[in-house]
C-alpha cells in the first residue's frame, strides 16, 4: 500500500472521498508506485476564508492532486476532502474515471522527470469532477 505521510482530522460536515486502500489498488502497477506518497488535507489551499468562500458560492474545489518535483524528489498525492454530501458522488467519479486516467499518466512517465502535474477538481455546482488540462 502507497505510505500516508498525513492524514488532518476533519471537522463535522467534511468528508475524504476516497482513502489509501482505494488509491492504491487503482495505480497498482505504476512505475513510481514505491516512490508514492499520499496526504490528507482538510482544504484545497492554506487560507479557510478563501476556501470556505469557494464552498459557499458553489464553485470549484481541487480533491485529488498528483505531482513530482525534482527539487524535491518525490512524488505525491494529495486528497482534501469535499462537503460530506458530496462523498458517494466523488467516490465514484475518483474510481471510474479520474485514479484510472492518473494510472494513465503515470505508467506513460519515465520513473524521473522534473515535473509531473495533475489535478482534479469538484464543480460544488454540478457535482461533477474534472480532471483540470
Known amino acids: 500500500m502507497i505510505k500516508t505521510t498525513t492524514k488532518e482530522k476533519l471537522p463535522q460536515g467534511k468528508s475524504y472521498p476516497v482513502g489509501a486502500e482505494v488509491i492504491s489498488d487503482h495505480l497498482q502497477g505504476v512505475p513510481q508506485y514505491a516512490l508514492l506518497t499520499i496526504t490528507f488535507w482538510v482544504q484545497d489551499q492554506y487560507f479557510s476564508s478563501d476556501y470556505n468562500k469557494k464552498i459557499k458560492e458553489k464553485g470549484k474545489i481541487k480533491v485529488l492532486e498528483a505531482e513530482y518535483s525534482s527539487v524535491f524528489d518525490e512524488w505525491k498525492i494529495r486528497i482534501n476532502s469535499v462537503p460530506s454530501e458530496f462523498k458517494s458522488n466523488v467516490n465514484e467519479q475518483l474510481t471510474s474515471q479520474v485514479l484510472p486516467e492518473l494510472k494513465r499518466r503515470l505508467d506513460g512517465q519515465k520513473q524521473r522527470k522534473d515535473f509531473f502535474?495533475?489535478?482534479?477538481?469538484?464543480?460544488?455546482?454540478s457535482g461533477e469532477v474534472e480532471i483540470c488540462r
Not at 502535474?117 to 455546482?125: G, Q, T, V, W
Request: hydrophobic share 55%; charged share 20%.
Open 117 to 125: 502535474s495533475f489535478k482534479a477538481e469538484l464543480s460544488l455546482a
